[in-house]
């Protein structure tokens, strides 16, 4: 039982924990704010997932893919959070639009309605999109961090693009109808 | 632009200020602290469960080899305690109404005053073992006691005195009336087994007009 529950082989596990989240939790707010688009959602699917780790380190500490692991739970977390958390997550976007600067406001503008037109896409749409653009993995990384086919990541990612362009043209057309006398 | 480059500018320029990174790193440590005490709690636990079930463990060994030790000797010289006292069944017969007591035990019946009623009382025992000194006894609730026999607020039915051969009964009849003003009255039965008087009442006699 001494053996099992040894104190200094627990502290060697947390200390590593703690230097792991140290090195990580910024790629991973980031990751997560490049796939939910919301920096108050992400920060809470990096905690949630971090502590989640964080009891079992023990044994996601020594995998051998211990971040593409890490980065599926954080996908996971996102896909099964997103319905409940989908109210909250709209109040918030609205009201976490950062204020900006005059001579940016066209530049802000383009991303703002950029984010509208990501979060709303489908959820494994929008993973896949993040994860390709803003990650860089390869089809066959994001199957795996979606845990579906490589075929299936290249259908989300034609249909999800052909929504995009479709909604850009729309916006487009809206904003020239707009701006017209 | 093509939506290709938008996404790519677009994920390009992720803000870098993330402001819930200090927070989430105090919540992880916050935790991290949390899970190591309860860790060391569940690790107490374990410590303290273990000890328990050794103690519990050297405790039932102790009884066990104390137990064998004391059986042996009363195997060894056929004394027999209290708690040694082999199972007796007691067969009762009130008017055609028949009951098996093992080990005692007690029966409601009713009974009409001043009309006679057979009361037979027989015993199943181990073989070879005998029961003598048998009384049949009726009393109320209170003032009862049994030294040599039965006595106090009693009345015996019936007293066989001397041992009782293997089958034999006894008998008595008795026209049921309130003993001492009680009713319902209890019907007991005083016996001799293995050296030990035992007094069991075996009915609650309610009796009515």
């Known amino acids: 039982v001494s053996v099992k529950w040894g104190k200094s082989a627990f502290e060697r596990t947390l200390v590593s924990f703690e230097n792991y989240a140290e090195q990580n939790v910024r790629p991973l707010l980031r990751t997560a704010t490049a796939i939910c688009g919301d920096r108050s959602l992400a920060e809470d699917l990096v905690q949630e997932v971090l502590l989640r780790v964080q009891i079992r380190w023990a044994k996601i500490g020594g995998l051998e893919h211990r971040d593409a692991y890490i980065r599926r739970m954080l996908v996971n977390e996102f896909l099964s959070s997103r319905r409940r958390r989908r109210s909250r997550a709209k109040a918030e976007l609205r009201a976490s639009e950062p204020d900006f600067a005059p001579d940016h406001a066209s530049e802000q503008a383009d991303r703002a309605a950029m984010r509208a037109l990501l979060t709303g896409l489908p959820r494994q749409q929008q993973v896949v999109l993040a994860l390709r653009y803003y990650a860089g993995l390869s089809d066959e990384e994001t199957a795996e961090a979606l845990r579906c086919k490589p075929g299936t990541v290249r259908s989300y990612a034609s249909r999800a693009l052909a929504t995009l362009r479709l909604n850009a043209g729309k916006d487009l057309l809206e904003n020239e109808g707009r701006g017209r006398p | ?209």
């Open chain 2, 1 to 209: 632009m093509t939506i290709d480059e938008e996404l790519q500018l677009y994920y390009a320029n992720l803000p870098d200020d993330l402001p819930g990174e200090q927070r989430i790193a105090d919540t992880i440590r916050s935790h991290a602290s949390q899970h190591h005490n309860a860790r060391r709690g569940v690790r107490n636990w374990w410590v303290a469960a273990s000890a328990t079930v050794a103690t519990v463990a050297a405790i039932a060994i102790v009884a066990v080899v104390v137990t064998g030790k004391d059986r042996d000797n009363t195997s060894a010289s056929g004394r027999r305690g209290p708690a040694a006292v082999p199972a007796v069944t007691i067969h009762l017969d009130v008017g055609g109404q028949q009951f098996a007591l093992p080990n005692g035990g007690s029966r409601n019946i009713d009974l009409r005053i001043g009309h006679p009623v057979p009361i037979t009382v027989a015993f199943t025992i181990p073989a070879g073992d005998t029961v003598k000194d048998v009384y049949l006894v009726v009393s109320g609730p209170n003032d009862v006691g049994f030294g040599a026999g039965p006595t106090g607020k009693v009345k015996i039915l019936k007293h066989h005195d001397g041992p009782l051969a293997p089958g034999q009964s006894v008998s008595v009849t008795w026209s049921p009336t309130p003993v001492f003003d009680s009713n319902p009255v209890t019907l007991w039965v005083y016996y001799t087994f293995g050296g030990t008087g035992i007094n069991d009442p075996i009915a609650q006699l309610h009796l009515s007009s």
